[in-house]
């Protein structure tokens, strides 16, 4: 079975996620490469988006409206003692070195950048960014070389945004790895209650096909923009039905 037939499979039976148990790991791994990069497209897609927007709402307002500051030993200086807000084409840029502004409300609004005392902050297209300066940059920056810097990154988007989008997909890859071996790990709790004789290299497996449903669901509403209520519950919870559902379908003289 290909992998794109396995993925069909995966999303509504717990029969042959049950059957999956049996192939070789390579294949696995493979799949679980390959549900990821479905997972993150729509958060590669709007990280760009919130990238480039965000650039050029900064360098539109760099020269004239921004206050003069400098970011040296990864934190913001400026002259000013309160927080500085801008509006422009529907981007909201804030300046503050105050460590006045709270980032949970920033989540609230609608597309923003904003340089903070210790990190820049991006939302924009329903999605958030935050990159501490220190991550960025060891040397002291000012207005004027960051004026200088967004001429430079705007023509290297092209190079900038796949490197992103790769850094983006290796930490999915790396969470949705662990997710498994987690989820492996409470099947085997499941499979000594149900008296099923399955390894854990076999709930592996399975657990790697029955995290589709709840993956996708996730990467839909990503797309959509859409904020799920406790979604890590959600996603849990119906991952570790679908692995209940599949055990129960491997027969009680199974044990390879």
Same mark, same amino acid.
């Given at each position: ?11 509504? =039976?717990?029969?042959? &996620?049950?059957?999956? #148990? ?7 791994? *493979? !799949?679980?490469?390959?549900? %990821? ?5 729509? %958060?590669?897609? !709007? ?5 480039? @927007?965000?650039?050029? +709402? ?7 409206? *921004? ?51 210790? /990190?820049?902050?991006?939302?924009? /297209? ?10 960025? %940059?060891? #040397? ?18 092209? &190079? ?9 997909? $290796?930490?999915?890859?790396?969470? #949705? ?6 989820? +492996? ?7 000594? +209650? *149900? ?9 592996? #497996? ?8 709840? %993956? ?6 990503? +797309? ?5 209520? @406790? ?7 119906? =991952?570790? $039905?679908?692995?209940?559902?599949? &055990? ?9």
């Amino acid at each position: 079975m290909n992998i794109f037939l396995q993925f069909y499979k995966s999303l509504f =039976s717990p029969k042959d &996620i049950a059957l999956f #148990r049996h192939q070789g790991i390579g294949k696995t791994i *493979l !799949y679980v490469f390959f549900l %990821t990069l479905l997972s993150v497209l729509p %958060t590669v897609y !709007y990280s760009g988006s919130a990238i480039i @927007n965000g650039l050029n +709402a900064i360098d539109k307002t760099i020269d004239s409206d *921004l206050p003069d500051f400098e970011i040296t030993e990864g934190q913001l200086h400026t002259e000013k003692e309160a927080p500085v807000t801008l509006n422009k084409d529907n981007f909201t840029i804030i300046v503050d070195s105050t460590g006045a502004v709270d980032t949970t409300v920033l989540s609230e609004s609608g597309n923003t950048i904003a340089l903070l005392k210790n /990190e820049v902050y991006i939302h924009a /297209e329903g999605q958030e960014q935050t990159y501490p300066y220190t991550l960025l %940059t060891s #040397r002291t920056i000012t207005k004027d070389d960051l004026s200088d810097f967004l001429s430079s990154a705007e023509s290297l988007m092209p &190079i900038i945004i796949p490197l992103i989008a790769v850094v983006i997909y $290796i930490f999915a890859a790396g969470i #949705r790895f662990i997710e498994i071996s987690l989820i +492996a790990l409470a099947g085997l709790l499941l499979k000594n +209650a *149900l008296s099923k004789k399955l390894e854990y290299r076999h709930l592996w #497996r399975m657990s790697a096909y029955s995290i589709t449903l709840p %993956t996708i669901f996730f990467a839909v509403m990503s +797309a959509l923009q859409t904020v799920v209520q @406790n979604g890590a519950i959600i996603n849990w919870f119906v =991952s570790l $039905i679908i692995l209940l559902l599949s &055990i129960k379908e491997v027969p009680f003289h199974s044990s390879k």
